[in-house]
Structure formats: C-alpha cells, structure tokens
C-alpha cells in the first residue's frame, strides 16, 4: 500500500521577502487601476498587458532555466507568486495554461527546438497555450477520444473535435491529444500521441461554451484537416497518454484548487468584523482554518515536485479536497451575507459572489471530475 504522507513546509525569510515584493507589486496595481480583483480570476481574469507585465517582472517561467527565459527559481518561489495573484483576484488566465503546464511539458518532452522557440515567448507573457483533451461522448474516459491525426508528407493531418477547451478563442497554440494508431482494448492508454496545434492554422473553428455569468471561458475546436507539420510533435509519438498524465499533475496540484473563492472568503470576512456579527464570523473562520490545512498540503506537493517526486496521487487528493472547499466558501457565504448577486454589481462582494456561485459547478469538474479523481487515489493506495 503507497504512502500518501506530505512534507511539512515552512517559508524561508527570503522567500517572505519575496512574497512581500510580490504582494507591493499587484497591491500598487490593483490601486492604479490596472485591474479589478475576480473570483476564480485564472479562469475568466484575461489580460494580455497585465501578463507582459508579469512578463517584465521574470514571474512566468519563474523556475525555468535561464536560457529559456526563465529565472531558476525554485517550486516554492513559484508557488508564492501563484498565490498571490490567485489572492488578490488578477487577471492571469491569458498565460495561465502556458506557465503552468505547457512549458514544463516542453522542458520534458520537447526538442531543443520546441524550447528555444516557445519558452522565451512564454516567459515574456506574449505566447498563449490551451490544452486539447476533452472530446464530446467521452465524459470523463480520455482514453476513449477519437480525434485522429493521420501522417502525411512532412506532418500530419488532424481531424476531430475537442470541448472544453479554456481559452481557445485568446491562445495561440494548444497541445492536443489525439490518435494517432487505433484503439487497443487490451491497452486502451496506447496509440495515442501529443501534437502543438496552431489555433490560426487552416481548419481550425473556435465556438464559444458561455458560463452562467455569460463570460467566455470555454469553447469548442472543430479540427478538419488540420495539417501540424512534423516538429509539432511532442514527445513520441504513442506515449501521449503518459505524457498527458504528467502533465496533469502540474493542473491538479495547484493553490488554483483552493483560492478560486478565496476573494469572496476574504471579503466576507471584512464585511462581518465591520458587521460585527460574531456567529457569522466564527463560521467563516471556520472555513480559514480548513483552507489552512489545505493550502499546507498544497505547498507540500509543491515541495514534493521540486525534488522532482511522483505527485499524481497527492496531487489528485488535494484537487478533490480543495474544489470542493471552493464550493463550500460560495455556499456558506451566501447563507451568511445579505446580498444582491451580479457580475454587473459595483459593489465588490455583489461580483465576488455572484462569480463564485455562478462558477461554482465547474470546479469539480475541470481538471478531472471528483469521481475520476478518487478512483485515481483508490487504485494508487491499494497499489502493491
């Protein structure tokens, strides 16, 4: 039976600087108007300034190596500035995927070629990444994607469908699963292989899947002969499933599994000190102490990546445990406040619920269903 313990982490006194260099930057800009603060902001927050801004700052790509235009900065570092801009509600979706998951992927799997030609543009905040995995009539059973990609002189042509594809309609590039040999009931994870695909190249069609709120988030891409030529492919060819798993660690482990509430959660507890209703308060706090607990599982998985650990058990955990806090703060905080939802609303805790709440549902969706996600930690566990 696997072990599933997590370090405990505690923040060195340089890394608190550096935290605090953090927090006065997005603090000033917040204040000069360069953004206003959303819920569930590396979701829905697009900007493409702001993300050159952080560009210009060497906070994306924050643990790269130098050459690539990163900073060779450590996981923790990484995490710090991840929950910083996740606090203060700023608009980092436009990079969000590429920072997060893409480039590492590179790094791995990809050519020197790839890495000299995507990173630096990534690191610079100018270089935009979704992830092709979802297909329509496949739920939540990636093995069972149809989208193929057939070799043809100098590359390969794509033809399917994808859905839920984040940010689509603002990337430049997505890293798309696909067949690329038939399926194999006995290996149903085999014949499957990793391709960068242009979102501008011929044959590519984006429809937007509108949220609650109305914003535009998700979307459908309608692949017909798309032709990705041969130095798009990541990896080998057929180990894409093990390639996309990897990948996923990095999207499960995240303090985006936990704060994607947390300006509603923080707001509302201003808005009880000021009230000083002192029941409300204690049941708020009480939802502090949870994401507390949380957010030092979090870092542990965070430490455990920076000593480069299998995280996809751990990491599947603390996305199951934190989406469904997510939920629990929209829901506990509308029982607690008088307010009048609207995205609309001048009133800042109005938005921050009315995101919260309107968002809600798809936390324990995107990044792997709850259900997906226990069977993972079941199976990993009982594992000899």
């Not at 696997?2 to 370090?7: C, I, Q």
């Not at 984006?206 to 535009?216: R, S, Y």
């Not at 324990?364 to 079941?378: D, F, M």
Request: hydrophobic share 40%; proline share 4%.
């Amino acid at each position: 039976m696997k072990n599933l313990d997590l370090p405990v982490v505690s923040f060195t006194a340089e890394q608190n600087k550096f935290r605090k260099e953090v927090r006065d930057f997005l603090q000033k800009e917040l204040n000069s108007g360069s953004f206003i603060s959303h819920a569930d902001s590396w979701m829905s927050g697009y900007s493409s300034e702001f993300s050159k801004k952080l560009g210009q700052q060497g906070w994306i790509g924050l643990t790269w190596p130098k050459k690539y235009g990163g900073q060779e900065r450590s996981a923790l570092d990484r995490y710090i500035v991840t929950e910083e801009l996740l606090a203060i509600g700023a608009p980092v979706a436009s990079h969000w995927f590429a920072d997060r998951q893409s480039g590492p992927l590179f790094l791995k799997f990809g050519t020197e070629e790839q890495r000299k030609f995507f990173l630096p543009k990534i690191a610079k905040g100018e270089c935009y990444f979704s992830i092709g995995l979802s297909e329509p009539n496949s739920g939540s059973d990636l093995a069972s994607i149809k989208t193929k990609a057939e070799k043809v002189d100098g590359g390969w042509l794509v033809n399917g469908m994808k859905t839920w594809t984040s940010g689509a309609h603002h990337s430049h590039y997505a890293i798309t699963l696909c067949r690329t040999s038939p399926p194999d009931e006995k290996n149903r994870h085999a014949g499957m292989s990793q391709f960068v695909l242009d979102l501008s190249a011929e044959g590519v069609t984006i429809q937007p899947i509108q949220f609650l709120t109305g914003e535009h988030h998700f979307n459908e891409v309608f692949l017909d002969n798309v032709f990705v030529p041969d130095e798009h492919v990541v990896g080998e060819i057929g180990n894409g499933w093990k390639q996309g798993m990897e990948e996923l660690a990095y999207e499960r482990s995240g303090p985006e599994r936990i704060l994607s509430t947390f300006p509603l959660l923080q707001e509302a507890v201003e808005y009880l000190k000021e009230q000083k209703d002192i029941n409300g308060l204690a049941q708020a706090l009480q939802l502090v102490s949870r994401m507390w607990s949380l957010r030092n599982m979090s870092i542990g998985v965070a430490q455990m990546l920076e000593k480069g650990e299998d995280v996809s058990l751990t990491a599947s955990l603390v996305k199951d445990l934190g989406t469904i806090f997510e939920q629990t703060v929209a829901e506990t905080v509308r029982l607690l406040i008088d307010s009048t939802p609207s995205v609309t609303s001048s009133k800042l805790i109005d938005r921050l619920m009315a995101e919260s709440v309107l968002h809600g549902p798809g936390f324990t969706l995107r990044g792997g269903t709850t259900e997906i996600l226990r069977g993972i930690v079941a199976k990993g566990v009982l594992a000899k």
